[in-house]
C-alpha cells in the first residue's frame, strides 16, 4: 500500500510538534545553564575576533575537538568549570571569577548595600521634589 503524499506531511508534522514540545520543556528544565553556555559562548566568539584565533587553534590549545568547540561555541554544552578553565587559559581571559567573603567582609558589604539603598532613594526622593 502506498502513502500519499499528504498523509507524509500529516506524520511529519506530527514528529516535528511533538520534538518543537519535548526542545521546550528541555529548555525549560535546563534554562539555567543554557544562558550561562549561551552568555559564555558570546564572549569567548567575541574573544576568538578580537585575538584573531580560530576554532581549530582554540581546539588544540584546549586539546578537545574542533567538534566540541563548535558544540560549545553554539551554547548547547554543559560546561564544567574544567572546561572553563581551558579557555580562560588558552585566551588568557577570565569568564567566571569566584568571590570569597570573610564574615568580617560580608558585614561590610551589607552595610555599604545598605547605604548605597539610602542614597538612591535619596537622590530619587530629591529628582520628585525639585
Do not use: C
Not at 508534522?13 to 559564555?40: C, L, N, P, Q
Not at 587559559?89 to 577570565?94: C, D, E, K, S
Not at 532613594?121 to 530629591?126: T, V, Y
Amino acid at each position: 500500500m502506498k502513502t500519499s503524499a499528504v498523509e507524509k506531511l500529516r506524520e511529519a508534522s506530527k514528529h516535528s510538534k511533538s520534538m518543537a514540545v519535548a526542545d521546550a520543556a528541555y529548555y525549560v528544565d535546563h534554562a539555567g545553564w543554557i544562558d550561562r553556555a549561551t552568555e559564555i559562548a558570546t564572549i569567548v566568539l567575541r574573544e576568538l575576533r578580537v585575538q584573531q584565533i580560530s576554532q581549530n587553534e582554540l581546539s588544540r590549545r584546549m586539546n578537545v575537538s574542533p567538534q566540541y568547540i563548535s558544540k560549545m561555541l553554539r551554547g548547547k554544552e554543559n560546561l564544567t568549570l574544567e572546561t572553563i578553565a581551558k579557555v580562560e587559559h588558552a585566551l588568557r581571559i577570565t569568564l567566571i571569577q569566584v568571590h570569597t567573603s570573610t564574615p568580617k567582609t560580608q558585614n561590610k558589604t551589607k552595610a555599604n548595600a545598605a547605604l548605597n539603598t539610602r542614597r538612591l532613594s535619596n537622590s530619587k526622593s530629591d529628582t520628585f521634589t525639585r
